[in-house]
């Protein structure tokens, strides 16, 4: 019986696909990782105002939602 619940435990940590080890920003509403993992200092302490390098696909959507939003607030407040 304890058998099966180790072994629950054990599927349910190597099958998730959260990592835990790397921050997370959240950025218009979508989570980026970071590539640099967290050290031990801030899981420990809950440091968040660390400078956070995303990868260059991420770098390139970030881009083109910070255009588009802009162009959408252009839009809205255009006077005519």
Same mark, same amino acid.
């Given at each position: 019986m304890i058998i099966n619940y180790v072994l629950i435990i054990l599927i349910i940590i190597f099958f998730n696909?959260?990592?835990?080890?790397?921050?997370? +920003? /959240?950025?218009?509403?979508?989570?980026y990782e970071c590539k640099s993992p967290k050290n031990?200092?801030?899981?420990?302490?809950g440091v968040r105002n660390r400078i956070c390098f995303f990868s260059s696909e991420d770098k390139n959507? +970030? /881009?083109k939602r910070?255009?588009?939003k802009k162009l959408n607030l252009k839009r809205k407040f255009k006077k005519h």
């Open positions: 696909d959260e990592s835990h080890g790397k921050k997370k +920003i /959240n950025i218009d509403g979508v989570f031990s200092f801030e899981r420990t302490r959507d +970030i /881009n910070i255009k588009n």
